[in-house]
């Protein structure tokens, strides 16, 4: 059966606001410009501008910011039927970002009281997961209940399913108590997963080590669902392991790096899109690896997600 979505992600979709003066600290700065933000919804948007058909589960707040985020993902050509609305006084999550240079950037978040951590799992819809080829899960919505178990639930309707699932680890220390209780929802999504992304240092928080080894890392995971892991090393490129036991590697590409957040939610968008139009790991690496250069050389991360012809025009131009 035909699904109606490529992808439907669940998560955290919240404000970016991005400082417009750069090479100066957060204290000296006073003008910045809104975008819409968060690890999951980016990928959303991204995948969308890609080309592919794309819902979005989530919970925002009954208020401007929550109305800028439903309208701009709707814009954005992301059905948004399985977003809530928060009535309980939850705000959307901020982050403030600081360009001091292209390797001295930083996020200062308010993540306190945050509507998408209050996303239930009685507002999951079992209907709705079942129409999509691909459900991506962010790491953020298992670092507190009730999203935790909506997170959950959601992961077993997809595998009872046969939904593909993609765990994007997105680690952010701000929004968990400890490295232990991280590694123990962390390994309890990716053993369920069919595909598993992030970095070499997010792994090692899911194994609640420092200097992991790849080669261990997937020898564990893969006695478990898992059929595809990607583990990135910034700019020594990333792998992907097969259950094959084929690993493919990808080079980065390089970049006019203004910023360095939002490569990571830019590679899995352009990966997934890839893995959707059936391309190669090879390509898929590729596709990934390009994305993720042209959006750390932009100032937003929603707004400068890029096209498939921008993708393979980067990819030609530095082949």
């Known amino acids: 059966m035909e699904k109606k979505y490529d992808v439907i992600a669940i998560g955290r979709a919240a404000i970016d606001l991005n400082a417009v ?6 204290e000296e700065t006073v003008t910045f410009r809104k975008y819409v ?52 006084g939850h705000k959307a999550g901020l982050a403030f970002t600081e360009i001091k240079s292209p390797s001295e950037c930083s996020i200062l978040m308010y993540r306190d009281q945050v509507a998408d951590l209050y996303l239930e799992p009685k ?82 928080v899911l194994e609640n080590q420092v200097g992991g080894k790849n080669e261990e890392t997937v020898e ?31 080079n980065a590409y390089k970049a006019n790096v203004l910023k360095t957040f939002g490569a990571g939610d830019s590679y899995a968008a352009a990966f997934i899109t890839a893995l959707v139009k059936g391309l190669s790991i090879e390509d898929a690496l590729k596709y990934g690896s390009a994305s993720a250069a042209i ?11 890029p096209t498939v012809e921008q993708i393979e025009g980067l990819i030609k131009e530095q082949s």
């Open 21 to 26: 003066e750069y090479n100066r600290p957060m």
């Open 37 to 88: 933000g968060g690890s999951p919804a980016n990928i959303a948007i991204g995948a969308a501008k890609m080309g592919l058909k794309v819902g979005f589960i989530g919970k925002i707040p009954k208020d401007q910011h929550g109305n800028y985020i439903k309208e701009y993902l709707e814009n954005s050509n992301i059905d948004t039927s399985g977003v809530v609305f928060d009535t309980d």
């Open 123 to 204: 507002e999951i819809n079992p209907e709705y997961i079942k129409q999509t080829e691909y459900f991506v899960v962010s790491g953020t919505g298992l670092a507190q209940s009730p999203s935790r178990e909506a997170v959950i639930k959601a992961v077993a309707i997809a595998k009872d399913a046969g939904v593909k699932v993609i765990f994007e680890l997105d680690y952010r220390p701000y929004t968990w108590s400890s490295e232990e209780e991280t590694a123990v929802y962390y390994e309890l999504i990716a053993k369920q997963a069919d595909i598993v992304i992030g970095t070499r240092d997010e792994f090692d």
């Open 220 to 250: 564990h995971l893969f006695n478990y669902s898992p059929e595809l892991i990607v583990i990135k090393h910034g700019v020594e490129g990333s792998y992907a392991y097969e259950k094959t036991g084929k690993i493919t590697k990808g």
């Open 295 to 305: 959006v750390v050389s932009s100032h937003s991360s929603s707004d400068a997600m």
